[in-house]
């Protein structure tokens, strides 16, 4: 799965008679998770979504799957993963929609996302769960697309390799929506440490997502390691600097090798290295790209919270 074949099989699903379903996921994930149901998905192993808030990839997954010829019908499962417990950070996402403050923190939205995603149903078997993925175990059912935007802290991640990586068919694709998002850097890492078990990363476009093929079975020594990581200080000098060399040589594209930067920046940070943050981002500084919307928006994002200190 060379990046250009993907891109120029999976846009046309952007460009189809679609308009963006509401969330906090791009036209061209969206495209990519539909091209990916509809076209490549076999039914060898089933979808699992972490992460699914009101369902933008779901049913845009669900809507592949209805077109999908190669899978038997009862073999066309998507278990969706959430907490759908309202959180005002997602008030953002609503806005101008008649969702606005309509849930008070903490407040369950899964009826509102079982709504959203009912017309789907008929295409695709969705299987929905509503637990802390941080304790989810999974049944050992082979896993053919795993899409993830639930990596938001170390245990979760953890929890994850563990339970579900091990079902990971070869051949299978893991789509991290968020592997360029330099809060979630464990991505990155956890990425680097698993290597030589996946190759050809497609940078999915206008989007932080990457989509990671697996190639063969998983040492357990490996996921075992990985399992018992609990918080960024789990991460060994070594190894950041490591991957985030590793992940940077992934791209070709400077916007993108700007936000491995200030990810490996943000995770210095988060494990006491303010010194060696500053100077990443004083390199930063230095680019021609740093004003890319890319890279810039994530910075203005780190300002919102707090995280001037690194930068300034
Ligand atoms: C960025 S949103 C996902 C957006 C989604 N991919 C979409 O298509 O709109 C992240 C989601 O992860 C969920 N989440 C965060 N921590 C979680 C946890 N520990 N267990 C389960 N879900 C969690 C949140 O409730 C939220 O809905």
Redesign the pocket.
């Given at each position: 799965m060379e990046l250009t074949d993907t891109m120029n099989t999976y846009m046309k699903y952007a460009s189809m008679d679609r308009t963006k379903f509401l969330?906090?996921?791009s036209l061209e994930e969206q495209a990519y998770c539909e091209w990916f149901a509809a076209e490549v998905f076999s039914g060898r192993g089933e979808i699992v979504e972490l992460?699914?808030?009101?369902?933008?990839?779901t049913v845009s997954t669900a809507r592949g799957l209805a077109l999908n010829t190669l899978a038997q019908p009862n073999c066309r499962i998507i278990q969706t993963?959430?907490?759908?417990?309202w959180n005002v950070g997602f008030e953002d996402w609503v806005k101008g929609t008649p969702y606005e403050q309509r849930f008070r923190p903490n407040e369950s939205f899964r009826t509102l996302y079982e709504e959203i995603i009912a017309p789907y149903r008929t295409g695709a078997s969705i299987v929905v769960h509503q637990?802390?993925?941080?304790r989810s175990k999974w049944d050992g059912t082979p896993i053919e697309f795993l899409i993830n935007?639930?990596w938001?802290t170390v245990p979760?991640m953890a929890n994850i390799i563990d339970n579900f990586f091990p079902s990971l068919l070869t051949g299978s694709v893991v789509f991290h929506?968020d592997y360029l998002w330099v809060t979630e850097s464990q991505i990155q890492i956890a990425m680097f440490l698993l290597r030589d078990y996946f190759e050809f990363p497609s940078r999915i476009e206008n989007s932080c997502g990457v989509a990671f093929r697996k190639t063969r079975d998983i040492d357990q020594e490996i996921i075992s390691d990985l399992a018992a990581r609990a918080s960024y200080l789990d991460f060994s000098n070594e190894e950041i600097e490591a991957a985030f060399q590793w992940s940077r040589s992934l791209f070709d594209d400077p916007e993108a090798q700007l936000v491995v930067d200030g990810a490996k920046g943000w995770m210095l940070g988060a494990i006491g290295e303010i010194d060696r943050a500053r100077s990443v981002f004083q390199d930063i500084k230095g680019s021609e790209h740093r004003e890319h919307w890319f890279y810039k928006f994530q910075e203005d994002i780190l300002r919102q919270w707090g995280y001037d200190y690194l930068m300034d």
């Open positions: 969330g906090p996921t992460g699914s808030w009101l369902g933008s990839l993963y959430d907490l759908f417990r637990e802390d993925l941080s935007d639930a938001k979760i929506q």
